[in-house]
């Protein structure tokens, strides 16, 4: 990892002319965020959904700033450091520059796109990883997971983007290497695609779990969404890569193309019956148990039963998912199912997080998305006995169409529901629970998060199972522009251990 570099020397290394460059300082760092500028930085001037960076050039260079870089065109004279201008998107320059200046990441990088999934994913991994004896990492929403080495010096950024910021993300690729972390497998979601956040980050393979509806607020429509997803195999990924795909999501044959015309091995995996001959994760039979899933897996006419200790059919897909991801690796079928036995659910998914003292059990999930509501309902339902009972919302600034969508799905497949408040963020709460009920009238309407899940325990009876669902591993809660503290996993276990439903 670099600790200094000449300016032109790093503009030349992702290919911008430097003739027209007047002073070449020394660059000990980078940012697009003016407030973290520090003395010898070089400022990106990034224009994004709420902030324009160019307001905020003199600010950088008061902070110490001793150049920046904008967009071909922009006036930003008498600034007195000096100025790169470029016709390049410069998201992709601030990512391409990060992966100069940070010049080493572990020998071995996985990424894994789709709507769902991808942390069960890149947890597993990490765990099949770990267990062949791999030093291994997983990066995505639940921050950094690197169970070997300690996280004393670690960003705080790690958790606050699903993909983190180009210089956050290179900076822990780099950190991990230097502890000796051989392999690293991270979540790529359609928004850090779309800004270019893993540009630079040399793919070596990468998985595509699913398809469904979500960040529509962001891309505006469906056929958008996916080609944001498919720039993880047309562009950053090299070309010669390896692609372990989904065949039973409907994108299937899109995605396959997109992989072929790159030159990608293709791996894929499913139930379904295929033309493919090679290359195929064959899932012959999938038994639901009250202790987890039992799964017979079939690779090029060998054939395993394991025992899997999760809860939800749809994990059958996360696992196999992972397991191709090994395989592509160079981990054998044999040695990647050997440690199925030994996963454990990532924090915040499908995970049962108490008893009652009748016996009814509570679980917390991230469903934030209608199909991924939809699949936790219908994998708790064949763990309960009684009432399944759902407490649930939907985030405000973000797709309103979905919102009614997952009123719907919680009617059909819950049989108490109570609608409460997400993150709002800066939309009115009432307003957001209104769209929603709009899917599932007669649901009762609690708006405060916490008061809501206490009512919810105390309707439960002995065999009666409880969701929370929406915020899983989540510790807070966006109201306004505030970032108020709130963790569905600590109020139950407040709840069960004070008896206050």
Partial sequence: ?????????????????VENITGDPDILGMTEDSRRVEPGFLFVAI?????????????????????VLVENGQTCTAIGVTVVSTSKDLRYCYSMLAAQFYDVQPGYVVAVTGTNGKTSVVSFLRQIWSFNGIEAASLGTLGLDAPAIEHHDWPAELSSLTTPEPVVLHQTLAKLA??????VAMEASSHGLDQYRLHGVTITEAGFTNLSRDHIDYHGSMSSYLESKLRLFNEVMAPGGVAVLNRDTSVFNRVARACESRGHRILHYGRSRTDRLTGAINLLELDVTEAGLVLTLDFESKVEEVFVPLAGHFQAENVLCSLGLAMAGGISFEAAVSAL????????RMELVGYLENGAAIAIDYAHSPDALKNALCAFRQHCD???????????DRDKGKRSEMG??????????????????????????RDVIKGCPGAVEIPNREEAIKMAIGMLCDGDLLLVAGKGHESYQKV???QLKHSDFEVVQRVISTGTQ
Avoid at 386 to 396: A, P, S, T
């Fill in 408 to 433: 719907r799905i919680a009617l059909d497949l819950a049989d108490t529901i109570l609608v409460t408040d997400d993150n709002p963020r800066t939309e009115n709460p009432a307003a957001i629970r």
């Fill in 480 to 482: 306004g522009s505030e």
């Fill in 178 to 183: 230097s502890y000796g972390v051989e392999r």
């Fill in 386 to 396: 009684g009432r399944l009972v759902l407490v649930f919302g939907c985030g405000g």
């Fill in 1 to 17: 990892m670099r600790s200094v570099l000449r300016l032109t020397n790093l503009i030349k290394a992702i290919g911008l002319p």
């Fill in 341 to 348: 036995p030994t996963l454990t659910p990532a924090r915040g």
């Fill in 47 to 67: 224009s994004g959904m709420q902030f324009d960076g160019l307001n905020y050039l003199q600010e950088a260079v008061r902070r110490g700033a001793s150049a």
